[in-house]
Structures are given as structure tokens and as C-alpha cells.
């Protein structure tokens, strides 16, 4: 009975803090719930838990815009590649030892960190484009199935495409609904999703839209900048402190 309450605790609030973030940036509710619920759990069992609050977040951000069918016909080699990459990478999360499995989400998060908070933005032309999607989303595949964090290199690259405000939201919601998917289908290959995982994945939904709602509310009353320091920052050390479990 504890151990049922403990869960339900720490999923109800991880989801309201990730909804948050993802309401302030418009991303991060992946990552930060693999982050804290990696913490507690297996890294494959704290992304069978994420699939369905992470799609229909993403979903909705993907079509909250006119742009939707643009950026599918524009970036569908990136998606195919991330479907590709995910589905033999999933087989990692599933069959490695949790403790390894945990260093390499921690690793991902701290890269990521890291990168947002000190790399400088780079272009990527549209001839290149072409040629550097594939194998960007193939990357970010391979990341998402070991890991179950979609963020490296899609975000990076996403920001070098010079896309709209509001275009870049969109793409970033196409392609991490791409991952969530593919992460799905590889997890249920494996063997790494049971029927338990579904339904609790299911009613973490909504937590995760009122943390979502709370973050799209206090969005215009704080420094979005600052508050993506401080979110950076913590993942870091989340990351650190993932990574450095199997050593102590």
C-alpha cells in the first residue's frame, strides 16, 4: 500500500512539474519526467510511464498551427530516420543493466544541458538540409531507444533550421510525437511495456496538462530566459547525479 502511494505521489508530481516546464519552454516534459522518475525506477519502466502524456502534448503542439502539413512534408526524412534509429535502440533501455542504462540517460541529460546553456547557435542551409536530416534523425533514434530523452541532436538542429517562432514549437512537437511513437512501438517489441504501465501512463495525462496549463499561465509573468537557466541547470545535475550511480 506504501509502496502504491509512493507512486502515485511521485508520478502525480513529476507530471505536474514536467507539464510545467513544457508550458514555460514548449518543451521538456520527456525529458524532465525521465530525469526524476529515472531517479526511482528503471530507465525502461520511467519510459513506458511517459508514452501517453508525451503524446498528447505533443500532438496538440504539433496542430496548434497552420503549418502542420508543411513541416511533415519538409521534415518527414528526419521522422522516418528517428522511427529507424528508435525501434533496434529500444532493445538497450529494455535488456541493460538498469544501473548502465541509468548512467546513459544521465549522460544524455547532462550533453544536453550542457550544450543549451553554453553552445552557440550554428545555420544549417537548405542544400545541406537534405542531407544532414536523415542522419540527424537516425542519431536522435538511436539516443531516444537507448535513452528515452528525444531532445539530442533533434532540438539543436531543429533551432538551426531558421523556422518561425511559432513553426519551430510545431516542429519540435512533430518530431518528439515521432520519437514518443517510435519509442512506443519499440518498448512493445521488446517486451519493455506491460498493460499496468498503460493505464497509469494514461492517467498521468492529467497531471501533466494541469502542470501544463499552470506553466502556460505563469509563462507571461517570468523571464522565459531565466527560467530556462534554472531548468538546464537542474537538469545538469540531475544527469550527474544519474551518471555517476553505478561508481558509488
Known amino acids: 500500500m506504501n509502496e502504491t502511494y509512493f507512486l502515485v505521489v511521485m508520478l502525480t508530481l513529476t507530471f505536474i512539474a514536467a507539464g510545467a516546464v513544457k508550458g514555460v519552454t514548449g518543451m521538456g516534459l520527456p525529458t524532465v519526467a525521465m530525469g526524476l522518475l529515472g531517479t526511482a525506477m528503471p530507465p525502461s519502466a520511467a519510459a513506458a510511464l511517459l508514452i501517453i502524456p508525451s503524446l498528447v502534448t505533443n500532438v496538440w503542439q504539433c496542430v496548434s498551427g497552420p503549418g502542420t502539413y508543411h513541416l511533415i512534408r519538409r521534415l518527414w526524412p528526419m521522422q522516418a530516420a528517428i522511427a529507424v534509429g528508435t525501434l533496434p535502440a529500444a532493445a538497450l533501455l529494455v535488456s541493460v543493466n538498469p544501473a548502465w542504462s541509468g548512467f546513459a540517460l544521465g549522460i544524455a541529460l547532462l550533453i544536453y ?27 536522435t533514434g538511436a539516443i531516444t531507444g537507448a535513452t528515452g530523452v528525444f531532445v539530442m541532436p533533434a532540438v539543436p538542429y531543429l533551432q538551426s533550421l531558421r523556422l518561425e517562432r511559432d513553426e519551430l514549437v510545431q516542429a519540435l512537437g512533430l518530431s518528439f510525437t515521432t520519437s514518443t511513437v517510435a519509442l512506443a512501438a519499440g518498448l512493445l517489441l ?24 499552470v506553466g502556460q499561465s505563469i509563462r507571461t509573468r517570468i523571464s522565459p530566459k531565466r ?16 551518471a555517476s550511480r553505478p561508481f558509488l
Open 227 to 242: 527560467f530556462k537557466q534554472c531548468f538546464l541547470i537542474f537538469l545538469a545535475v540531475l544527469g550527474l547525479e544519474l
Open 113 to 139: 544541458a550542457l550544450y543549451a546553456l553554453f553552445a552557440t547557435t550554428f545555420v544549417v542551409s537548405q542544400r545541406a538540409e537534405r542531407y544532414l536530416s536523415p542522419v540527424i534523425g537516425l542519431v
Open 190 to 213: 521488446h517486451g519493455g511495456m506491460k498493460f499496468e504501465q498503460v493505464g497509469l501512463s494514461t492517467l498521468a495525462v492529467i497531471p501533466a496538462m494541469v502542470g501544463m496549463f
